[in-house]
T-cell receptor, first 115, second 119 residues
Framework: AQSVAQPEDQVNVAEGNPLTVKCTYS??????LFWYVQYPNRGLQFLLK??????LVKGSYGFEAEFNKSQTSFHLKKPSALVSDSALYFC?????????????FGGGTRVLVKP | GAGVSQSPRYKVAKRGQDVALRCDPI?????LFWYQQALGQGPEFLTY????????KSGLPSDRFFAERPEGSVSTLKIQRTQQEDSAVYLC?????????????????FGEGSWLTVV
């Protein structure tokens, strides 16, 4: 079984400050990890993924995420947040050894960046 | 097309009515997924196709839900005798990967969703 936890329902940050959105996961084997962003009344947009290799992954719009196997975490980060980053962020996992390709999502974290 | 296309974007159905939601995946994508997203929650897996074969339908909540992809491209999610608890956003997604390539880590790309409200 695979699962994802996003412990914060909402994160508030001032524009220009660093942004962190937390994610922890649980899988039987090794994980593929993904971050998606959802703007109001829109679908999910892919931000970045970790498959293998460097633990620090860089993605779209200046976002990055760090894979930490010992802590089973994949926190999303941005050094300097913009008001336009305000949206709903979802972490997702897929077990590398599981049959099929389905992603399991966390409950989402709403990010509010204030000017 | 450039992205995953879904229609209708918005649908209001009376309780008991049947609905059909259409998904046109990214051209050449083998895998197609349907997810259900309730308000304020993360997407929940419904079903998965590899080409025309429905390989996983473990997430379909009841036998009122039915999905097909007869020619391995466009897919339709059908909900019979809709109930209020079916109100949600139905997201379609596609990827290049196949089930036999579960180690590939292919990115799954989502459409804008079909917003279903059952009244």
């Amino acid at each position: 079984a695979q699962s994802v936890a996003q412990p914060e329902d909402q994160v508030n940050v001032a524009e220009g400050n660093p942004l962190t959105v937390k994610c922890t996961y649980s899988v039987s084997g090794n994980p593929y990890l993904f971050w998606y962003v959802q703007y109001p009344n829109r679908g999910l947009q892919f931000l970045l993924k970790y498959i293998t290799g460097d633990n620090l992954v860089k993605g779209s719009y200046g976002f990055e995420a760090e894979f930490n196997k010992s802590q089973t975490s994949f926190h999303l980060k941005k050094p300097s947040a913009l008001v336009s980053d305000s949206a709903l962020y979802f972490c997702a996992v897929r077990d590398m050894l599981a049959a099929g390709n389905k992603l399991t999502f966390g409950g989402g974290t709403r990010v509010l960046v204030k000017p | 097309g450039a992205g995953v296309s879904q229609s209708p974007r918005y649908k209001v159905a009376k309780r008991g009515q049947d609905v059909a939601l259409r998904c046109d995946p990214i051209s050449g994508h083998v895998s197609l997924f349907w997810y259900q997203q309730a308000l304020g929650q993360g997407p929940e897996f419904l079903t998965y196709f590899q080409n025309e074969a429905q390989l996983d339908k473990s997430g379909l909540p009841s036998d009122r839900f039915f999905a097909e992809r007869p020619e391995g491209s466009v897919s339709t999610l059908k909900i019979q005798r809709t109930q209020q608890e079916d109100s949600a956003v139905y997201l379609c997604a596609s990827s290049k990967g196949q089930a036999t390539q579960s180690r590939s880590g292919n990115t799954i790309y989502f459409g804008e969703g079909s917003w279903l409200t059952v009244v």
